[in-house]
């Protein structure tokens, strides 16, 4: 998985969290809570539907690198990647 | 397929907030069940038929309503949270509502789901008081009113900081306590903050046919989601051991076992599950020692509704939606002496909602709530119980038509083609509530924690208020105490 496609990843699950913001300018560097309302009960989901449709666990310790879109595709595309190479 | 006896998570009452709690964690993946006495799902927001009528239980008005693109509300937040669109709920936004109080109403202020009107009205009618009105709406939109952690505080302390004439605190208390108030004469500023921006800054709407529509996309949700319900089924006990909830054994005498339990029945009636069942032996694993038993809520309500064959409007009742009234020199929100405290109330008319044009629904619907004694409901025999409630709705609907335009008693009799009336012991029997009492226990326990260490509250004695805030409650208990532990 690539940086960008991990960026598609969490944009399409904000998507479905909060379908009444619009993502279609969402800037990849600046923290999305500066440019979405999203409140923590939002940053949960987004956390909890990694888990759900990827598999993906992110302890609540590395919650702060899911600040903006770079942030995550720094965190979340290692992970993706791991959990690819193991099949 | 409702045969399991094993759950991640069970949930007793299928109210709106089990209902949401259970949303959660089965769209999360547990193994969810709710467990429902009742044949009908919706608790103290349910809905009855009687004679092909459907008639709303608790439901006024859906509060907490905000129109699309505002954010960070409540209703905003639960539809997130339940991945609800808003256009599901397809609610209509209220015409206005008045809080009038003086034997004939005489001082009365208007409100809408436009803040400003209610701003204006507030000057209109209390100049020398709009400063500090102005101050206590800064003061109420900056409290942070989710926090689960709060101290508690006087509401009636915090408004009389800002508002000298209590005629206007007590025609702001009116609306808020009728809402949601389980406690006497004051309440804590957390909830009169919850209540306050519920009514006044955010607002009334309903969906056209009701309650039921929103329990409806609840049912599919949770459905959609893999959640299960057993209805007709409740839990007749809760056996404690070592400190968790070990087993629930059902009516039927089904026994349970389950990682989690979220109980939504009320912090006594919860209580009650574990102590009855609890022999000398063990009482310590229900820490009875550190915690005393919860008090219930001491008052309840009474609700008479008339069926009318038109509009309240044609009838020459205007386009109210809510009235909130009072006759008194003072507002006294507690437990009445005798079996009804006819000087206060609050009139609704569901036809006043804006259901679009050429909507309206059917029939004319004109509805009294007004705070009620437990103790005689429940201790009159059956044949004085009905001669009370005949002689109460009278007394009722008297006192409620002084605070709405002049309609003849003929009239009203003319156009009236049915009546029915729930109390205390309605209540009570359909919801469990001990003495009927719609807003539950005077102590809310806002992190849901009980005595059992896998046992949560959520729903009316968690503290988060109205129907929005019943779905909050349930969504908060399931994320706090379940999903966020992984």
Redo the contacts between chains.
Sequence with gaps: MTKDECKKVVLDIIA?????EDLSNVKPDVRLRDQL?L?S??F??IV?EL??RHGIEVP?ADYMQLASLDSCAEYLTPKFNALAAKG | MNSSSRYDVAIIGAGMSGLAAGIRLAHFGKRVCIFERHNAVGGLNGFYSTDGRKFDVGLHAMTNFVRPGVKGTPLTKLLRQLRIDREEFALCEQKQSRVAFGPRGETSLRFTNDFAVFESEVARAFPAQIDGFRALVAAIRAYDDVSLDAAPESARAIVRRHVSDPLLEDMLFCPVMYYGSATEHDMEFGQFVIMFKALFLEGFARPFDGVRVILRVLLEKYRAAGGERRMKCGVRRIVAQGGRAAVLVLDDGTEIVADHVISSIGLPETEKLIAEETTATSNADVGSAAMPAAAPGAHSFVETITILDRQPAALGWGDDTIVFFNDSARFDYACPREWVDIRSGVICFPNNFDYGPGRALPEGIFRITCLAKPGPWFAAADAEYRAAKTAWFADVARSARRFLPPVADADLAAATIATDMFTPRTIARYTGHVNGAIYGAPRKVRDGRTALSNLYLCGTDQGFLGITGAMLSGISMANYHILQKG
Excluded: C, G, N
């Design positions: 479905d969290i909060a379908p009444d309302q409140d009960m939002d949960l989901d909890m888990r759900k609540e």
